[in-house]
């Protein structure tokens, strides 16, 4: 019922920012308990978790990417969006949004994936 769609360009040049939004679709980011999350896959590793924004606007992040990382929501659309600055090539990956049930932890949601690399 719940669907996920990402939306950004998929390439970006090096020192830039990268962003990404997150269309959802058959349920509200404002309702129930959920958290709103940007994870990735990088080429040949498993997938790393980014950030989220809960149903009430509570941001947290990856330690090692907080410095450079902006999670954000507009409600009226009912979208999420990821920046991502000062990009390098190891930033190349596939990036999810997906949502998480914040009792049981799972992510019963997720959007198809779209791929942005890094490069100059």
């Known amino acids: 019922q719940v669907q996920l769609q990402e939306s950004g360009p998929g390439l970006v040049k090096p020192s830039q920012t990268l962003s990404l939004t997150c269309t959802v679709s058959?349920?509200?980011?404002?309702?129930?308990?959920?958290?709103w999350s940007w994870i990735r896959q990088p080429p040949g590793r498993g997938l790393e978790w980014i950030a989220y924004?809960?149903?009430?606007?509570?941001?947290v992040y990856r330690p090692s990417l907080k410095s450079r990382t902006s999670i954000s929501r507009d409600t009226s659309k009912n979208q999420f969006t990821l920046q991502l600055s000062s990009v390098t090539p190891e930033d190349t990956a596939v990036y999810y949004c997906?949502?998480?049930?914040?009792?049981?932890?799972?992510?019963?949601?997720w959007g198809q994936g779209t791929q942005v690399t890094v490069s100059s």
């Open positions: 924004i809960n149903y009430s606007g509570i941001r």
């Open positions: 058959g349920g509200s980011i404002t309702t129930g308990y959920y958290d």
């Open positions: 997906a949502r998480r049930d914040d009792g049981f932890g799972s992510y019963d949601y």
